[in-house]
C-alpha cells in the first residue's frame, strides 16, 4: 500500500482471499427493510454461524415462512453492516453511531436474559481493534473521572460490557458526535479531536432508554435471539472456544474474510435498520415500568373495562392502592397519563379513538368539565 500505518496495527496474520464469499446479499429493499442473503456452502465458518444463529428470531419453529427467513436475513445483514461501521476508519460526521447489542426476547424489567451473545462479539472486534473494555454494570459509571483512562489516541473501540438498565446514554454524546475528554490517573488531561476519538459498543440486556430523536439518530441497534443462552454457549455448539488457539487457520481465514465483507457491507447498503417491533416492545415496557404493567393488565383484564370511558382520577386512585407506598411519588399525574398511553401503543389498543385528532386536540383528549376519561379499544374493534 503507497500509505504509512503503525506497526502495531498489522495483524500478524497472512490471509488468503476466498474465491467464493461467505455471504451474498442477492436482495435488499431499503424502503421494506428487506433482506435476501445466500450463504456459501463451501465453508464451514464458526463466526458467520455464531452470527447467523444469533438472528435466527424463529430458530424453534421446524418450518418457517418466506417473510420470517427475510426476517433472519435483515437481522444478519444489520448486524454484518454494524461490524463493517465499527471497523473503519473513515469519519462522516453525519453517519456517526453508538452500536447497541440487546436481546430481542422481551423480559420483565430488570429481569436479566444474558448469554445470547452480544459480548462475543465485541471480543471479536478487540481482535482486530484496539479496544477499551469497560464493565458497564458499575454504578454511576459515569461519576468516575476516569472511566476512559484506558484511552489514548490509538484506541479504536469502547467497549461497554452488559450496561445497566439506566445506563446514562446522553453522557456518550461528545463521544459518538465530537471531541473526547480523556482524564488518565496521575497524568495530565487531554482531549481526542475527533478523528481520534473511538467508536463505541455496547452490550446490554434491557433496552437502552432514548429521549427521542436526538438518542436515536445516535443510536444503531442490532438485535440478538435467544438460540444462545445460559444453556447453551458458542462453545457448546462449536465444541470450541473462538477466537482461540483451538481455531486452525481456516478458520482464522474464515472470519478476517467476513470480517473484510462486513466493511464492503457497510460501505454499500450503510446502516441497517434491524427489523424492530420486538426492539419497540422491548423500550417501551421499560419505558411504562412493571408496576404500571402489572396493574394494567389485571384492571383491563376485565372487558368491560375495555372500550369505556374510564375516569382518569379513578384509574389513577386504583393504580395507587395497588402499588406499594414509596412508589407512589414516582407517579405525578402526568407521567400515569404517559404510561397509560404507552400502554395502549404497547397492547396495540387505540387510545381515545372516539375523539377526532384535530389541531386543536392533537392529543384527542376527552374532558367532561373538571373530568378527563381514557378509553382504550381494541384495534380490530375500530
Known sequence: MPNFTWKDKIIPFNPNLLDDPLFKVNQYDKVDNQAIIDISKTHDSDFLKYLINSSSVYWKKKKK??????????????????????????????KTYAVIAMDLEESEIGESNGGTGKS????????????AYIAGKKRRLFDDDFVFEQVNERTDLLFFDDVRTNFDFEFLYPVITGKMMVNP????????????????????????????????????????????????SPKDEFKRNLFSNEWDFEQWNQFYNLMALAVQAYFKYGKIEAPNKTIIQRKLRQDIGEDFIQW?????????????????????????????????KYYSPQKFSKCFRLYAKYKDYRFNAHIPKTEDNPSQRDKTGANEFFTLTKSSTV
Open 296 to 328: 394494567a393488565e389485571i384492571y383491563f383484564f376485565q372487558e368491560s373495562n375495555l372500550s369505556e370511558r374510564n375516569n382518569r382520577k379513578e384509574l389513577t386512585e386504583d393504580f395507587f392502592q395497588n402499588i406499594s407506598a414509596n412508589k407512589k
Open 185 to 232: 490517573k496521575n497524568k495530565s488531561k487531554f482531549t481526542l479531536n475527533k478523528n481520534d476519538v473511538p467508536k463505541v459498543y455496547i452490550s446490554t440486556n434491557h433496552a437502552v432508554k432514548d429521549n427521542g430523536k436526538s438518542d436515536k439518530r445516535r443510536q444503531y441497534i442490532i438485535g440478538f435471539s435467544d438460540y444462545y443462552h445460559p444453556d447453551r
Open 65 to 94: 415462512t418466506t417473510d420470517e427467513l427475510i426476517e433472519e436475513d435483515t437481522h444478519l445483514l444489520n448486524k454484518l453492516c454494524a461490524i463493517g461501521y465499527l471497523l473503519h476508519t473513515f469519519r462522516d460526521d453525519s
Open 120 to 131: 462475543l462479539l465485541g471480543y471479536a472486534l478487540s481482535n482486530i481493534l484496539t479496544d
